[in-house]
């Protein structure tokens, strides 16, 4: 049984009689190839990437797990129509809160027509592209039972500034995200953007790859980053998952540095670390403002001495 996905926060959706993709019960996210080649070049892509001894074994985890392609209704009804079956990343999580992050200060590609660099250019320029080197391009965050997700839409997204960017990356680790962006306690930044698998460990590791290798240049390819914040709440720590995804326009490195996908990696990294910064030096000062002296841990726990 094929359905519409639920925790999709970017892209083309399978409502309204629209195309978009789907997914079912085991696992699996069936992404119909895009036309204009596009489509074919991706699923290239994932069966050359996947064959590749050149790229090392612990970044295999960063990208999706690729099962081919099959022949599918397509969602808007229009037919028969090639899906590309992936791993669906969310399907273990209940509640996940998540985050697509488009990586570069350019999203058009070499090969592209006039009209679509033109395209890209403008988008570029409106958002946080050009001036940051990334932008979100999509987000749902998980407030609790009673309030469920904030989905902020397209054109909100799309809308966002600088310091709307930041205000996303601490309510996105905040236990009081619902209260508004000025309130944010990022209170899970220790134990989702820090530790030995949190997500600045993984931007670290996938930069230092990207510092060397020049197979591909990744050109209009996002970061989904997501993580359980249910569970954190009760105690847990759960390790926050970061995957590549969409692959289009993705084209040959030929011995050359993707500096346009580290740039803006590097970033976010920037950015992210400030967040997890803040918060560190907050609960020190919670620790030292505290009736009874403190330690405040790697895990961002405040022992009480």
């Known amino acids: 049984m094929l359905k519409v996905p639920e925790h999709q926060v970017a892209g083309h959706l399978a409502i309204d009689g629209k195309l978009g993709p789907l997914v079912d019960d085991s696992g699996r996210f069936y992404k119909p190839l895009q036309g204009d080649g596009r489509g074919h070049k991706e699923l290239a892509f994932y069966e050359s990437f996947s064959s590749d001894t050149r790229v090392p074994e612990h970044i295999r985890k960063y990208f999706p797990v690729c099962y081919g392609s099959q022949l599918l209704e397509a969602s808007n009804g229009s037919g028969l129509l090639h899906h590309l079956v992936l791993q669906d990343i969310v399907s273990s999580h209940r509640n996940p809160s998540i985050m697509d992050v488009k990586i570069g200060s350019r999203t058009w590609y070499p090969e592209a027509s006039d009209n679509y660099i033109q395209k890209c250019l403008e988008k570029d320029r409106r958002t946080t592209t050009v001036s940051l080197g990334f932008r979100i391009a999509g987000l749902q965050l998980y407030e ?3 309030s469920g997700y904030w989905r902020p839409g397209r054109r909100e997204v799309q809308s966002f500034t600088v310091y709307n960017v930041r205000s996303i990356l601490r309510r996105f680790v905040s236990s009081n995200s619902s209260i508004g962006n000025e309130s944010s306690d990022c209170s899970f930044a220790p134990s989702i953007y820090g530790g030995s698998a949190g997500i600045l460990e993984q931007l670290l590791e996938l930069k230092a790859w990207f510092e060397d290798q020049t197979i591909y240049h990744f ?3 996002s970061l989904l980053i997501l993580f359980d914040k249910e569970s954190v709440s009760k105690g847990s720590t759960p390790v926050p ?5 969409d692959f289009a326009h993705v084209v040959e490195g030929k011995g050359v540095i993707d500096h346009n996908f580290l740039g803006g990696l590097c970033s976010l990294i920037k950015f992210v670390s400030e967040v997890l910064s803040d918060s560190k030096e907050s609960l020190i000062k919670d620790c030292v403002e ?3 002296p403190g330690i405040c841990t790697d895990n961002g726990n405040c022992q009480q001495s």
């Not at 998952?241 to 995804?245: A, D």
Request: contains cysteine; hydrophobic residues 30%.
């Open 219 to 221: 050109h209009s390819c």
């Open 290 to 292: 505290s009736e009874k």
């Open 144 to 146: 609790g039972k009673e």
């Open 241 to 245: 998952v970061i995957k590549l995804i």
